[in-house]
């Protein structure tokens, strides 16, 4: 009887083999690398309704962050303003802009503007605004440098191991509660002893177990 | 078959008192008989009855494609589980599916392992259910977890998340457990294919098929090298299959029994687990086996002896798990646990004693019909048996499952549980699915090990065609010829020891 297969298939069982075990390492990198948030999500910056300027407003005019997300020191939420807030100054300046229109219209009709949220976490996680905000984790530990931004973007993966990271070792990313809204904040050199001390002292315990997000 | 047609059948000749050897396989077949009455089934035209059951187990299927569709679009909440029974029929069907799949590898790696020559009629078919049940059994918690689409989240892979599955639950050990049952499974089959796959590459007239059998045959030419290997590596997965078979059930079993809800909570979960899914697995062989036998022609190696030994093993396993449900109740008594006694009490005589009663009927009172030869050898009888049985398998895991979560300590959250319409469509294209997987493998795969059947016959004794004075059967010339009075031999003997 004939040869069915040439002779050169006889590489194919030690190739598949190969195939197999390389191609097995090259998906877990795979989905280790294009399957993150990384990846996925870092750098997201979708097209506002209202062309808000961050860097003008919070890094220009150096307005405090919780003059419009007023809730974050008692809410889990940190909310995004009413129109009213933005009508608290643009009543008195800057009352003819074409770019403030939008808000001048919801602020007559009493309808709210439509953000687009940004940092958005999976439903099955969830997240304090208030824990965090009152324990010394400042904003741009998580939003990056939003007084750089004109449109605001995602600076961090936000994943559930970037996350751990500062749950295991708070005190390489705790600030001063006063410092939190500050941007570009530089730490003091001794600022990990500083730290341990406070997490000592305010008995600060980050929690790592599964239901302490996902309840 | 037509060249035994004059023969008697497996079923009338099994008090012949012919010799262990000689009635393993009936009707004075040949090797190549055996090769001809199996190997026909994947070269011939397609019969039009089986494109009636394929399209019609198909159909079903999609059925299962549809209610499965609809459930990942709408999310868990369209089956019938909710609070207080979490786990409804999803669970049941995943742990009846997983039990079935236990017949397939405990006939081919244990029953190998105790030389239980008759094993080889029915093996392969056995696997093959096995592997088809196991990928059934797999569809449900596979979509019970609710986002299907990170079920990949269940294997420990590096992930940034830093993520890991949580390895203190029986869930990920279920992973484990029957991932790891349905790899084994499938290259166990797979290498006990090999040689058969040769014969039909042999035998295959057009070129697509010589490739696709032959690249599948992996080359093989029947060399006493490749037979060496071969049996080396079949003995070598049956010992790695053989404790798979008890552990995967024990494991499915832990799912229940490490959590603390009266009614799972108990030591005895896992023997009486792995006795309940070999009783159910080999249930699902007699059922499949029973009508493929009699549409293929395969009576004179499917006997009727081996069938009855099936009959024999549903028998002592259903015994096994009857005595497992008494038991549960004597340890609830005897334990004086409070709620252990109410969940027993409120199995048997609560708003679920119906579902109760059907599995201790069917489990336990129903296979004791075969202590008789006579019923334990009729054809219709074991049918209807075997698929009486696989009813009371299902509700077993109905009554553990749904009975043991609907009462919870909290008298406030009792439920009645109640499944859904895509429960139901689910379940049953469940077995569209089986059922279709089984019939491409009908058609297109030898369903009866011919290797291995070739090798329990008795003309595989090398002393077959000896009379036992060293004469050949049925002639005077001697079987082994002394090389001193055949010259020609002598030669042969000369330029063997030239080289």
Known sequence: MPQIFPKKANVLPILSLGGALLGGVALIFLVWYYFSPEFLVVGYQPDQPVEYNHEFHAGQLGM????????????????????????????????????????RESWATDTPIQWVKVHHLPDYAHFSHASHVNNGVGCETCHGRIDKMEVVYQAEPLSMGWCLECHRQPELYLRPNEEVTTMGYVHPENFVEINLARIQEEGIQPPTNCSACHY | MDNTTSQPTADQDHSAGHSHHESLVKGDLSFHDI?????????????LAWYVAFGLASSMAGLLLLSLAYQVWNGVGVWGNNQPVAWGWPIVNFVFWVGIGHAGTLISAILFLF???????????????????????????TFHVGRVWVIYWTLPIPNQMEMWPQFKSPLLWDVFAVSSYFIVSLVFWYVGLIPDLATIRDRSTTWLRKKVTGFFALGWTGANRHWRNYEKAYLLLAGLATPLVLSVHSVVSFDFAVSVIPGWHTTIFPPYFVAGAIFSGFAMVVTLM??????????????????????????????????????EFFMAWYSQVEYEQYAFINRAFGPYAWAYWIMMTCNLISPQLFWFKKLRRSIPVMFAL??????????????????????????????????????????????????????????????????????????????????????????????IQPAQEDPGRNEAGETRGGR
């Not at chain 2, 024999?312 to 005595?323: A, D, E, N, R, S």
Request: some cysteine; charged content about 15%; proline content about 5%.
């Open chain 2, 35 to 47: 090769t001809e009455m199996v190997s026909r089934h994947t070269e011939k035209k397609t019969p």
């Open chain 2, 386 to 479: 075997s698929i009486v049985v696989n009813i009371g398998m299902w509700f077993e895991r109905f009554v553990i499952t749904i009975t043991s979560l609907h009462r919870d300590f909290l008298p406030s959250s009792w439920g009645y549980f109640e499944p859904t319409f895509i429960d139901v469509t689910t379940f049953i294209g469940s077995f569209g699915l089986f059922f279709t997987l089984f019939l491409l493998f009908l058609r297109f795969v030898p369903m009866v090990a011919m290797a291995e059947v070739k090798g329990v016959m008795p003309e595989a004794d090398p002393h077959y065609y000896d009379e036992g004075d060293g004469r050949a059967a049925g002639t005077s010339v001697p079987f």
């Open chain 2, 115 to 141: 030389r239980q020559k008759w094993r080889t009629s029915i093996n392969r078919a056995a696997e093959a259910m096995t592997l088809f049940a196991v990928m059934c059994a797999l569809i449900f918690p």
């Open chain 2, 290 to 327: 029973v009508v493929a036998r009699k549409i293929y022609g395969l009576e004179n190696v499917i006997t009727m002896d081996v069938l009855e030994k099936m009959n024999i093993i549903i028998l002592v396993t259903g015994t096994i798990v009857g005595f497992a449900y008494i038991t």
């Open chain 1, 64 to 103: 405090d962050c919780q003059y419009c997300h007023n809730w974050v020191e008692n809410a889990a939420h940190a909310n995004v303003p009413p129109t009213q807030t933005c009508m608290n100054c643009h009543n008195q300046i800057k009352t003819q802009s074409p770019k403030l229109l939008k808000v």
